[in-house]
């Protein structure tokens, strides 16, 4: 039956009258569901004629359009989002390339000058496209040659792991590698089990298997001296002083054995592997884990510089290559962050499924709750609620960071020439993420009625789990101690964990054994077991490094003060000895000891005197390692072995500084021959308890 025309303009019009009410209904259903909703109840009180009458159309609109079955519905499907969204604050600064660039030049070349740093380079990648790569300084100061962040290659120090432990997850995926196997399937030399529990490579890659920490031949300068990464891990395997699993303490011995262990299983030396697998397939023309360079990528390295206004170093060597030898230019990098950003593919280049991937990404290993956790070989670096996931990389004269920001798709790599980077990275990271994904506001915690109660159990003195415990370099233990104290409000003060301006931390209880800085939004945490106090740690560091309650004896609160007053005694002894044989020759008066006496009064000097060089051998051990770990290697073993033979010769000594002290108290004498005889007695116990207590007389010379 033919309806009449008005009929049609009635029926038109009804449709946009509905189309019209579904608006008005869309924008009241999104104020009631803000906050502006308080707001349009207020009018609703006062009374507001139009809000009522709106309120009435939004009532009548959806009781109509519900109950009329003659009005077709459009129904809306939205598009499934490929990642969670994520609330992005009205402060947030839109990502461009204009605005990044204009941010970065603000805080670099500022940065540079102050610092005295010859070079950097930075990159930022988004959705799958490089946003904006800067060079900043020279790449060859003497030359005034820019650095170009394209092709000038930068050592990127333990990023290289992050390489080492994709191609871990690609023979994984294939079959040929089981994360939690013992690694000895795989070897052709054997790590000893500790407590009958053999390594895994998932203990590996996150920093749980349990090895002390190695320096010995990790790196030099000199390539007549170039270790290859398996002559390396199998010149000797590091004490395994924790349970496998447990405690998180950094290993590049533990990620050169899964570099070896690539090698042995793809039946390809590590560094083709990684050429052939990872960075041809990227594309990554500028970069290479070959060392020395290769002639084609030589002219493109920046030089090494300490500080940009001294000469240029030699490039830097890493002998356990699979732990930190790559060299890359910031181009490249990019190209290897989108393709983790983007589950393991980059345009036609696939190197890891997408699953291994997801699995690399979003496994965790917490090392105490309420901190960061480590993932399948990156760590977290997260920070205003976002997702962030990386890496960091330290050679003596380079110092970079990868950060991939997850859920925004959005990576940062940045790489700095000098022996310090300037606190320039750590304000990277934090500045750009305030700048970009800036966090929702938040009401403040309030500070726990326990902060007292909880926080006395953190009191006290710490050493890092990354550490040496069967060697020489435990020194490290007595003289790198950290230090929590509580102040009178009941907060911790961390004398070590230091804020960027290098001032003592303050940090609230927030939650059980959670304590928060205010001034980072960094917690600290403590595990808690059984009542004791196992380790702490920070966010910057839980990934990777716990802190331990120093034991008792171990405590440099009182050996240091003990330390240091043998070492004055050695010195007085050893300087009023000369002092005393002048004064008799000077007034003419023979010694009144006896002819054995005498004897072991010269020898129990000349044991004080040994004890000072020994003392001095050491503190150059430990100032040859500060400047440099190219020192640490097979040409300080000489070195070492005299070191020791002159203390093997104080430690002899000692017994004549005992029968000193008995010829002193059995034979006629003075108050003061008593008294610095017992006295040179008490320094050389003490030193005997240093000397052994740091095994600084152990028969290998592994460290």
């Known amino acids: ?409 959005v990576g940062v790599f940045v790489s700095i020439d000098g022996d310090d980077d300037g606190g320039l990275r750590r304000q990277l990271l934090n500045g750009f993420t305030d700048r970009y994904f800036p966090a929702l506001p938040q009401l403040p915690q309030p500070t726990l009625a326990s902060a007292r109660e909880h926080g006395a159990l953190l009191v006290g003195r710490y050493i890092a789990s990354r550490t040496s415990m069967s060697n020489f370099m435990s020194m490290a233990n007595w003289f790198g101690q950290s230090r929590i104290t509580m102040d009178k409000d009941g907060t911790l003060v961390t004398h070590d964990f230091q804020d960027m301006a290098g001032q003592p931390r303050h940090w609230r209880e927030v939650k059980p054994y959670v304590w928060l800085d205010d001034a980072s939004g960094s917690h600290l945490s403590a595990l808690i077991k059984d009542g004791k106090l196992r380790w702490i740690s920070y966010d910057e560091a839980a990934p990777v490094v716990v802190f331990m309650p120093v034991p008792g004896w171990q405590s440099a609160a009182w050996n240091l003060p003990l330390l240091f007053g043998a070492l004055v005694v050695f010195l007085l002894i050893v300087l009023l000895w000369p002092i005393a044989a002048l004064v008799r020759r000077h007034y003419r008066q023979s010694p009144l000891l006896s002819v054995q006496a005498t004897r072991w009064y010269r020898l129990s000097r000349v044991a004080a005197l040994l004890y000072l060089l020994f003392t001095a051998g050491w503190l150059y051990v430990l100032k040859l390692a500060d400047d440099s770990f190219a020192n640490l290697g097979n040409g300080l073993d000489v070195t070492l072995r005299l070191i020791q033979l002159v203390g093997v010769l104080a430690v002899i000594g000692t017994l004549a500084a005992i029968a000193n002290a008995r010829h002193a108290w059995r034979e006629p004498g003075g108050w003061w021959r008593k008294a610095n005889s017992t006295m040179l007695v008490l320094a050389c116990v003490a030193a005997l308890w240093f000397v052994f207590s740091l095994h600084l007389l152990g028969l290998h010379l592994n460290y």
């Open 1 to 409: 039956m033919q309806q009449p025309a008005c009929a049609y303009v009635f029926m038109w019009a009804m449709v946009v009258f509905g189309n019209l009410l579904r608006q008005i209904c869309a924008v009241l259903l999104i104020e009631l569901a803000s906050m502006r909703v308080v707001c349009i109840l207020t009018h609703l009180r006062q009374g507001s004629a139009l809000m009522k009458s709106l309120l009435c159309v939004f009532v009548f609109a959806v009781l109509s359009l519900s109950a009329s079955p003659g009005v077709a519905q459009i129904q809306i499907n939205p598009l499934p989002d490929q990642k969670p969204a994520v609330a992005r604050p009205l402060s947030a600064h839109e990502l461009t390339a204009a605005d990044a660039e204009a941010w970065l030049d603000g805080l670099f070349p500022y940065g540079l000058k102050k610092n005295n740093i010859a070079g950097a380079e930075v990159v930022v990648v988004k959705d799958g496209q490089v946003l904006l790569a800067k060079g900043y300084g020279y790449a060859d100061v003497s030359a005034k040659k820019p650095v170009d962040p394209v092709t000038t290659l930068f050592r990127v120090g333990s990023i290289s792991k992050t390489f080492t432990w994709t191609a871990v997850m690609q023979l994984v995926e294939q079959g040929k590698l089981d994360l939690d196997a013992d690694v000895n399937k795989y070897l052709d030399f054997t790590i000893p089990p500790r407590d009958g529990k053999p390594i895994t490579l998932r203990e590996l890659m996150t920093h749980t298997p349990g090895f002390e920490e190695t320096m010995k031949n990790l790196g030099g300068d000199d390539p007549a001296r170039l270790m290859s990464n398996e002559a390396w891990v199998k010149e000797w395997v590091p004490e395994r002083i924790y349970p496998p699993g447990e405690v998180s303490a950094y290993s590049n011995y533990g990620a050169a054995l899964a570099g070896y262990i690539v090698q042995r299983v793809s039946g390809q030396p590590f560094d083709d592997y990684i050429e052939q697998h990872i960075l041809q397939p990227l594309g990554m023309q500028h970069a290479t884990f070959q060392q020395p360079l290769p002639a084609s990528l030589a002219p493109d390295m920046a030089k090494s510089y300490a500080k940009a206004s001294e000469p240029a170093r030699p490039f830097e060597l890493v002998n356990a290559a699979a732990a930190g030898a790559l060299s890359a230019s910031g181009g490249d990098m990019a190209r290897f962050m989108i393709v983790q950003l983007q589950d393991g593919h980059a345009g036609d280049a696939q190197i890891l499924r997408p699953q291994t991937a997801q699995q690399m990404h979003d496994y965790t290993h917490y090392s105490v709750p309420g901190l960061l956790p480590m993932a399948l070989g990156f760590y977290h670096m997260d920070r205003n609620g976002q997702d962030i996931i990386g890496h960091g990389g330290d050679t003596e004269l380079f110092h970079s960071d990868m950060m991939l920001f997850v859920q925004q798709n």
